[in-house]
């Protein structure tokens, strides 16, 4: 008789581990998806980083060239020269200046 009141017990504490350990089992899953998903969403974004490193690359290069041809365009030189054949301008001699005292 106590044997089989042993065995009757055990069948509901049996249940009970059974389920704990699918319950276990269930949240080690979820926790991989979880694990999973992360990682995608990592790598997803780093290939945007690297997208937008090589977009600043290429805007950092062109604003060095427009710099560049900045100073060139306003250089002193350049603008003598112009000034001088497209719009037939001279430096005054001394006689043509003229100083002025207050």
Same mark, same amino acid.
Request: charged share 20%; with cysteine.
């Given at each position: 008789?106590?044997?089989?009141? $042993?065995?009757?017990?055990?069948?509901?504490?049996?249940?009970?581990?059974?389920?704990?350990?699918? %319950?276990?089992? #269930?949240?080690?899953?979820?926790?991989?998806?979880?694990?999973? &998903?992360?990682? &995608?969403?990592?790598?997803? %974004?780093?290939?945007?980083?690297?997208?937008?490193?090589?977009?600043?690359?290429?805007?950092?290069?062109?604003?060095?060239?427009?710099?560049?041809?900045?100073?060139? %365009?306003?250089? &002193? $030189?350049?603008?003598? $020269?112009?000034? #001088?054949?497209? %719009?037939?301008?001279?430096?005054?001699?001394?006689?043509?200046?003229?100083?002025?005292?207050?």
């Amino acid at each position: 008789m106590a044997n089989s009141q $042993s065995i009757t017990i055990q069948q509901p504490r049996r249940a009970k581990i059974a389920l704990f350990l699918l %319950l276990l089992l #269930s949240i080690n899953i979820v926790s991989a998806l979880g694990v999973i &998903y992360t990682t &995608y969403c990592n790598r997803q %974004l780093f290939a945007e980083l690297q997208k937008q490193d090589k977009i600043a690359v290429n805007i950092e290069a062109r604003w060095g060239r427009l710099l560049l041809e900045n100073s060139s %365009l306003g250089a &002193y $030189s350049r603008i003598e $020269s112009i000034a #001088s054949k497209k %719009l037939n301008m001279k430096k005054p001699t001394i006689d043509d200046t003229v100083l002025v005292e207050q």
